[in-house]
């Protein structure tokens, strides 16, 4: 499984939309400090996702996602490939014996597959939108992940890059 997490905050992103002429669109913008944090998991042979939304990036909140992937997975060995951010090598972090840490080289955020889901997930569901709130901006997160979440092609065809299902193959 390739790991990741994503920041998602109450700033709008707008962006080109189309509608008939002569009418302009209008589209809200906000900018607001606050701040939602989705963790993910996902397994490139099949597409499956696990994601989590958690208040914090740091060890607590990791080993709580750590905890979680491996409680949905009892029977799986798990090898979970993620970044070298400071929360992922904290030495508090208690592996569940299912699942072992594999590291990316450092600055390389292009190997990891999980980023295109992020960029998948604000282009489809976060565009042009304004919460009032970080609990309905979580509220709409969360419905966008279980969307995700259940539709295993669609993942798998973001995330199953041919390099990386030829080396498991071998």
């Known amino acids: 499984m390739f790991q990741d997490e994503a920041r998602f905050g109450r700033i709008s992103d707008t962006r080109r939309c189309w509608c008939p002429k002569p009418i302009r669109p209008l589209c809200q913008a906000m900018v607001t400090q606050e701040y939602t944090y989705a963790y993910a998991a996902v397994s490139v042979a099949d597409g499956d996702l696990d994601t989590l939304i958690l208040p914090h990036v740091n060890g607590d ?3 709580v996602f750590l905890d979680e992937v491996a409680a949905r997975h009892p029977r799986e060995r798990i090898v ?3 970044d070298g951010a400071g929360w992922h090598q ?4 208690q592996l569940p014996d299912n ?3 594999l590291t990316l080289p450092p600055y390389s955020p292009e190997l990891n597959p999980v980023e295109h889901l ?5 282009e489809k569901s976060f565009h042009n939108r304004v ?3 970080i609990d309905a901006l979580e509220l709409h997160l969360s419905d ?3 969307e995700m979440e259940i539709d295993h092609q669609r993942v798998r065809s973001i995330v199953a890059w041919p390099w990386i299902i030829n080396s498991l193959m071998k």
């Open 61 to 63: 909140c990791m080993q």
């Open 80 to 82: 979970m490939v993620l």
């Open 90 to 93: 904290s030495e508090s972090l």
């Open 99 to 101: 699942l072992r840490l």
């Open 118 to 122: 992020w960029d998948d997930l604000r």
């Open 131 to 133: 919460f009032e709130s």
């Open 144 to 146: 966008s992940l279980r």
